[in-house]
């Protein structure tokens, strides 16, 4: 396992609504992040196909012309679309961290996949409960999705938006020794100058918490929205007052609470990257370790229940994998999935 290696935050618009330009996009950005030598590159949450700012922008009725494209353009995970960036995972040999809306039959979620450097997913999860709206578009996971995984760039995890406000989630995530965090956010141009809790500034000190309170390296990736991505969702002069054109704030924390990756222009598509090493984990946890040495487990403790929970149990019933192992879907498309 390296040490010391090179990893990439995503800040870049998706093409809203739209799954395969998306998806190219997505490719796109793979192999830049590949060409500049990343070894891991994150995107933001619900990256495909975009967050769903019309949530925020007034009543349900007015939601439903949005509703069936949103669910039409998510993805799944045995489909083309997640193939495609598997395949250039693989491709370029690089580890990639997906944010999307996964839909699952008649249901939505907002989910998270770690695929590795040979495309397979060594990590796939769904945000324990979607903020405030998102409830009326998305639904819940369970305490298994609370989780941090081996692979070859470290002990890996992520946590989607405000996730990361939730202090339980976070010790949870920080007793499983995670060295590399995805810290997964859309933009933040939404209520920007009306709900400060929305904002960059708030937003990007909790994800810069984080990382000095796990001692693990944290990789931020965010959205940006521009003037032509307001008028997707904005009708009115009083929705179009709630959203802001640019708000992206992508940034690599290390395990002291430093920012390593240089600020983009929160109007510029590009990636934020930071050369990171592993072994500073060790000088950042020699001071605190909240699950280690500087954890009161006599005082203060916390029960987390990481069993799976399903609706339907069904004892004896054949348990299939999750995602189509790549190899076996060899006629999908290599690059993209439009043309």
């Known amino acids: 396992m390296p040490s010391a290696y090179r990893v990439a935050a995503v800040q870049a618009e998706p093409v809203w609504l739209d ?9 796109a950005l793979i192999a830049d992040a590949a060409d500049q030598g990343a070894a891991l590159v994150a995107f933001p949450e619900t990256w495909i196909p975009g967050y769903p700012l019309f949530l925020w922008l007034g009543p349900v009725a007015g939601q439903m012309p949005y509703i069936a494209r949103y669910h039409a353009n998510s993805m799944t995970v045995d489909g083309k679309h997640l193939t495609a960036i598997r395949q250039a995972a693989r491709r ?34 769904r945000k324990l409960k979607p903020t405030h709206v998102e409830r009326s578009l998305f639904g819940e996971s369970d305490g298994s999705h609370l989780k941090v995984v081996d692979t070859p760039l470290g002990r890996l995890g992520a946590l989607n938006c405000w996730e990361h406000l939730q202090p339980l989630n976070k010790y949870a995530m920080y007793a499983q020794h995670e060295q590399v965090h995805i810290a997964c956010w859309p933009a933040f141009g939404l209520y920007k100058g009306i709900a400060y809790s929305l904002g960059a500034e708030a937003n990007m000190a909790a994800t810069q918490t984080y990382a000095l309170e796990g001692g693990c390296f944290v990789v931020a990736p965010t959205q940006v929205l521009s003037a032509e991505g307001i008028e997707i969702f904005a009708s009115t002069d009083e929705q179009r007052a709630l959203l802001t054109p640019g708000s992206g704030c992508s940034r690599i924390y ?11 222009d929160e109007h510029t598509e590009g990636l934020a990257i930071a050369d990171i090493d592993l072994a500073f984990i060790d000088l950042a946890k020699n001071a605190a370790d909240p699950a280690g040495h500087y954890a009161k487990p006599d005082a203060t403790r916390l029960l987390h229940d990481n069993r799976p929970k399903s609706a339907v149990v069904t004892p004896g019933g054949p348990a299939g994998p999750l995602f189509p192992d790549l190899d076996d879907l060899a006629d999908e498309p290599a690059a993209g999935v439009t043309g």
């Open 19 to 27: 799954i395969d330009a998306t998806v190219d996009k997505t490719v």
């Open 92 to 125: 370029h040999g690089i580890t990639v961290a997906i944010g999307y809306s996964e839909k699952d039959h008649g249901s939505l979620y907002m989910s998270q996949s770690v695929i590795g450097p040979d495309g397979d997913v060594v990590l796939h999860r």
């Open 254 to 264: 290390g395990p002291d609470g430093s920012m390593l990756s240089k600020a983009l």
